[in-house]
């Protein structure tokens, strides 16, 4: 029996009676997958875990699973313990001491992600090391902190989020995007509190000025000097104080604590000049060498540093030493980028 062919016009009405014909119930639909802008990770590793897990839970989910151990040669190993296909993950680790081992761990994690087909990685470095090593200041010496910044995109990070470069300009050497940080907002929220009378607040050397002028500002109070000449790697030798200080109350700012000699002699050279106590805060208590020797045979009333980096045990011993949590920062600059809104209004 030969088949009649169906016109268009027929299929049409056939198509027609068909859709009539169907309840007019909800339809049934497969479960929704989540959407690609949903899915965000956060990863760590060794370097601060305790600050990843507190940014992790103001953030509302757990962090990210991997793996970090090495081999009896002492080479890293890195293994990713959960799907991040499609996802938006970040990477929280700063760069301290032990600096290469915890650079090398971040490298290989950011390979690792890339390698699993993450959709974005952004690497959180709460302190990036090599940042004093911004210039060729000898001859045949490296730019150490542009070869790094070169080796995080290589390795293939879409895009950094630091917190208190040593030198703004660094950012020019990433060739992906850089979020810049500051942690001055938890630094005043603290001092504001404790009114301090007659506050001045005071720069170590004349690269922080910028920085003590935001700070001063904040803090609606004066602002002086220390002129100081570095004689060696970790060696400097303070001149004199640039601002009244005299019975005052000091606020010595820095970005860095290493060997706490810059800050011992500065905190010397504004009692001399006449001020009646000295106080001092910085984003990263590096405190290598004979800094907490230094610190505690110091004049210093306290020393008020961020959890940028974790300190070691002698250190948390210290009674002078108070530690003041940025994760509450870290997070929202977290979801800022993640949501693709402006970060800069969080240092504001």
Known sequence: MATVPTTTTEKKGQQAEGQQQRPQGRPQRRPQRPRREDKIKVFSGSANEALANEVCAILGFPRGQSQVSRFSDGECYVQILENV????????????????????ELLLMIDALKRASARRITTVIPYFGYARQDRKDKPRAPISSKLVADLLSTAGAHRALIVDLHAPQIQGFFNIPVDHLFASPV??????ELSLPNLTVVSPDAGGVERARFFAKKMDSALAIVDKRRTDRNVAEVMHVIGDVEGRTCLILDDIIDTAGTLVKTTEALLDAGATEVHACASHAVLSGEALERISGSRLKQVVVTNTIPLKPAAQKEPRIKVLSIAGLVARAIQSIHEETSVSTLSS
């Open 85 to 104: 296909r499609g996802s938006d993950v970040f990477i929280l680790q700063p760069t301290s001491d032990p600096v290469d081992k915890h650079l090398m």
């Open 187 to 192: 630094l005043v929220s603290y001092f504001r």
